[in-house]
């Protein structure tokens, strides 16, 4: 990408590089057969960057999410996280970064459904050891950034579908994460509540939020700044698209 310094093994990314991969490789052993996800995968992506990461199905793409989500780690080549090789971390180590770092969006919601809307994005700030008062109010700000203060206390089963996955993104937020993954985040969702979707995250990434979106669908990722393509556990294409 113009501006980008060119990495090597041995260097530091620069300051303003959130996601670094360099010849990021994963290899699976499935019954003795090896299968090459990923065959040497150099990506950087800048702080406040939206990108969208398309690409058939075997192209990589969430075999990338997972290494870049801190799910997995990989077979070979370097991974940085905000000047951090996590690559050669623990497991401990990779859920603490995760956890601190990283907010998840999923296609399910997997929201707790006899739990309130705020008590849903509260459970991050939970297992953080928040107390109750700084969680509230941390959830409560983070459910009114994702346009959903009059729905704190209802349940998910109150709630429309597109209401249910601004719950899911105001719970990714509310640890303040370096980077959102969003991983098919409109799969489950009709067309107009997917363009109203993207209207949150185009909100968020004008408030400074990093955002990575994998999706197979070209018109949500026409709504990303950058769009990259994997095929064959290779990137095929990085391009930049119009405002």
Known sequence: ???????????????????LTHKLARDYDMGGEVV??????????RKNEYVAVMGPSGSGKSTLMNL?????????????????KVSDLSDD??????????????QTFNLLPRATSLHNVELPLIYAGVAAPD???????????????????????????????RVAIARALVNEPSILLADEPTGNLDSATSAELMGVFADLHRQG??????????????????VVTLRDGLIATDRRQAA
């Open 93 to 106: 180590e990779l859920a603490r970064i995760r956890n601190k770092e990283i907010g998840f969006v999923f």
């Open 68 to 84: 870049v989500g801190c799910l997995d780690t990989p077979s070979a080549g370097e991974y940085w996280l905000n000047g951090l």
């Open 1 to 19: 990408m113009p501006g980008l310094q060119e990495f090597r093994t041995g260097d530091t990314p620069q300051p303003d590089i959130v996601i």
């Open 36 to 45: 090459r996800a990923l065959r040497g995968v150099s990506l950087q992506i």
């Open 135 to 165: 969680r509230r109010r941390r959830a409560a700000r983070a459910l009114e950034r994702v346009g959903l203060s009059d729905r704190m206390a209802h349940k998910p089963n109150e709630l429309s579908g597109g209401q249910r996955q």
């Open 209 to 226: 939020q990093t955002i990575v979106m994998v999706t197979h669908e070209h018109d949500i990722a026409a709504h990303a700044a950058r």
